[in-house]
């Protein structure tokens, strides 16, 4: 049997459920496999998912992907809410604010893109060196 390859996972915070990007089914410690609840894919996209991180707007997932580009999605509707393509390179960081209505992300190419999830636009840009805390005034 194959290795299980974990891309980029993320849990709720009571724990119930988790979203995961895997390459095979998975197995826990008890050796049973675990039910997959759904799956979202987009036609035509094959970049892999390198991060994956929930929205305080509890319908709404953002997942990045090794081209860079970044996709919000609906659990509800399994659909693209949105497309971000911003990075050069793999997405390696995200992070919304408390409301869900901005996106941070971190990349491969050393750029930190802060995006307005509503007006679906990058706001701000800028190359990191080293780890550096912001706070993005409301």
């Known amino acids: 049997s ?4 974990i891309f980029s996972s993320g849990t709720s915070k009571e724990g119930r459920w988790c979203v995961a990007s895997l390459q095979l089914n ?3 410690n008890e050796n049973r ?14 970049a ?3 991060c994956i991180v929930r929205s305080p707007q509890k ?3 953002a997942v990045g992907y ?9 659990v509800s509707s399994k659909t693209v809410i949105t497309t971000f393509n911003g ?31 509503v007006g679906e636009a990058g706001l701000f840009r800028c190359v990191w060196i080293s780890l550096v805390l912001f706070h993005i005034p409301q």
Do not use: Y
């Open 2 to 5: 194959q290795p299980l390859k």
């Open 26 to 28: 998975c197995t826990c």
């Open 33 to 46: 496999v675990i039910p997959k609840m759904g799956m979202w894919h987009e036609t035509g996209h094959s």
């Open 48 to 50: 892999e998912v390198t």
């Open 59 to 61: 319908d709404t997932f």
């Open 66 to 74: 090794a081209d860079g580009s970044i996709r919000l999605w609906s």
């Open 87 to 117: 990075h050069k390179k793999a997405v390696t960081a995200l992070g919304f604010d408390e409301t869900g209505a901005r996106l941070a992300s971190g990349s491969q190419d050393t750029n930190l893109i802060v995006w307005d999830v």
